[in-house]
């Protein structure tokens, strides 16, 4: 798998009847490696060993109902009370981060009403917070620890 602009990570990596599996820390369970859940293995590690997230506020593939289709989030990441609070959305590092990427986001967050979003491919990553007074998203540097 090609490097990523993140930290490195020990993963549990199989290979079944030629086929690559990672273990997911949070489902619990070996999934097929991909190049898209390369970088969301890497950003879930991310969120937890370097931003200190419980392990226990994090969800992946979350499903939501958008226009009468089902959709899944990458990464959702809860607040205390239990709301979402943090929405990623990861692509194969080949892709290029475009402006349907972000439409993409702020679609599920139509629903979701989360406070940040993050998009990434594991070499660009692009971090936003809502400014529910004004309305729009405010780019930051990265995202805050947890605490």
């Known amino acids: 798998m090609v490097q990523l602009n993140l930290p490195k990570y020990s993963f549990k990596i199989k290979n079944k009847e030629n086929k690559l599996y990672i273990f997911d820390i949070i489902r619990k369970k070996y999934v097929v490696l991909t190049p898209e859940e390369w970088v969301r293995q890497h950003f879930v590690h991310y969120l937890i060993m370097d931003k200190k997230y419980p392990k226990s506020i994090i969800a992946i593939e ?13 990464i959702l990441v809860f607040d205390k009370l239990g709301q979402p609070d943090i929405i990623v959305e990861c692509k194969s590092p080949n892709i290029k981060i475009s402006q349907d990427t972000f439409d993409q986001i702020a679609r599920y967050n139509l629903k979701l009403n989360a406070n940040f979003l993050v998009v990434t491919n594991g070499i660009q990553h692009f971090y936003s917070k809502l400014d ?16």
């Open 62 to 74: 979350k499903q939501l109902k958008y226009n009468g289709l089902i959709k899944r989030t990458d």
């Open 132 to 147: 529910h007074q004004n309305k729009r998203y405010v780019f930051l540097e990265d995202l805050a620890q947890y605490s």
